[in-house]
């Protein structure tokens, strides 16, 4: 009897199965459609705003039993296979394969997408600027460590936008071509990661030497034929170069997470939930950054974030880099801005985008 019931729900699954399938397919091929309508009116393929109102309705149709994590992981997917078909999505990120600039662009984009490794930072807005490939990924904050400068200081410059936001749960793991923790002399990694696993370290690791390299990725490539050698990375680090994974979770700070930017050309549309990144200068006047706030606090906009960053070639002189929550689009925003022009020295709006489906 139980073998009969198995096979009629086997059975069950098999017809669900194709069922998705022909759906899977219905709707592929009305996303083909909907690409060659965008293509024609000189639209683009990847629209951020339109994929978080799809996860907003994937919010409100899922009653369960699969996790809504799973199931936007599986949209995720289906996603990024529409977009390849409508036309193939380049994306470049900064580091190795592996490297968590890559884990953040992969989880986004979908493994459908065509993603390119940049040397550093700055390469990545190059490779976008140039129109080399559509969108970058690059890292901007760590819950930890603070800001990525070298992001800030191109943002600063850039003429395109940041069009969406990735957050990542930072885990590291200890990774060694060797099986025994005892053997490990050396611990290669960012020097973020090092500092992000400082406790650890000291507690397992206290006689090994800890070496600095330009990322968590370039560590694990590093160690590949060194017995005693380490390096702290992601997990796929260890399927990507075949180590063997000696410890994992070893951040000290169990929240650890990274915030990256998707950069590219075009202006998004609002959603409803969505958060502006501006940066301003104050003219040096007594009261200026006073002045500078009380648009936002006339209208009781929200400021997420506001942080000083030093002008480059310019001793003590600072700009201001502020999150608010809403979009350009906004009325509200629009006439803070406004206001915010006049009392400002300079003022950029880095980008409206929707607000990370997570965050």
Known sequence: MTEEALARLREKIKKKDQEIVTLLNERAGTSVEIGNIKTAMGMDIYDPSQESRVFENLVAANTGPLPLESLSIIFREIISASRALQNPMTVAFFGLEA?????????????????????????????????????????????VEGSVNLTLDRLTVTPLNIRAEIFLRISQYLLSPGTRLKDIKTVYSHPQALAQCQGWLRANLPGASLVEVGSTAAAALRVVNDMQGAAIGS????????????????????????????????????TGRDKTSILFATPHTPGALYGALKPFADRHINMMKIESHPVRDRLWEYLFFVDLAGHTDDEEIKECLKDLEKKTAHLKILGSYPRSEGI
Do not use: C, M
């Open 99 to 143: 490297s968590f600039t890559h884990l953040a662009a992969r989880s986004h984009f979908g493994s459908s997408a065509q993603l390119f490794p940049q040397t550093t930072i700055f390469r990545v807005f190059d490779e976008v600027e140039r129109k080399k490939v559509h969108w970058g990924v690059v890292p901007v904050e760590n819950s």
């Open 235 to 270: 997990s796929l680090a260890a399927t990507v170069y075949g180590l063997n994974i000696l410890s994992e979770g070893i951040e000290d700070n169990p929240s650890n997470t990274t915030r990256f930017l998707v950069i590219g050309e075009g202006e998004g549309k609002s």
